[in-house]
């Protein structure tokens, strides 16, 4: 698997630590490109096209090529910064179950893209400038020794978070909704859950 997913070991699942950000850090990423290619849902409650942003904007913003494959039992997204792809499972937009976990998919790898590529990508010109060679590796770490600021996938999931639901519109939405979790999941068009973590992470509920 490429360095912005999580690899499972004997000794459980490691990683590529990134370079430490606090969700706000995060959240601002996301924000300055919603302004940028969908400045219409920062004006009001209303579903983020993340599909149009994958397919045809992902490539002219990072460089990375987008599409939609099978992948392994399991494995629902892969971004790889090496062959710069980012494929998230066609299988989950077949099934209308999954749809609303298939957008909420396209969004965390579309964060490994925008952060965690160019990062990578980055650190191993210089590892291959100082060890004089092409062909390096960046060390990973089990999981449970990495912070989790510095987690690519905590990170990648706090992206999609204020990518499809910005804190900007969700404070109106809330009060709108009189705080009610289904109706602003269906406000956004994510799940249950996917809505449950943003108002934990932005502190509207514990």
Known sequence: KPQTQQKVTPMGETVV??????????????????KLYQPQVLLEPSVVDIEEFFELRLEDHTGIRASYDRLPPGIHGVTDSERMTSIVDVSLLEEERSVLFARSTIAHECGHAIIHVPEFMAKKRLLRSIQDKEDVQLKMYRKADVPVYKNPEWQA????????????????????QRGDVAKLAKVYNVTLAFMQSRLKAVKLIG
Do not use: C, M, N, Y
């Open 157 to 176: 999931h706090r992206f999609a978070g204020a990518f499809l639901v910005p804190e900007k519109t969700l404070r109106e939405a809330w009060r709108e």
């Open 17 to 34: 630590p990134a370079s430490g950000r606090s969700g706000q850090e995060i959240d601002k990423i996301a924000f300055e490109l919603l």
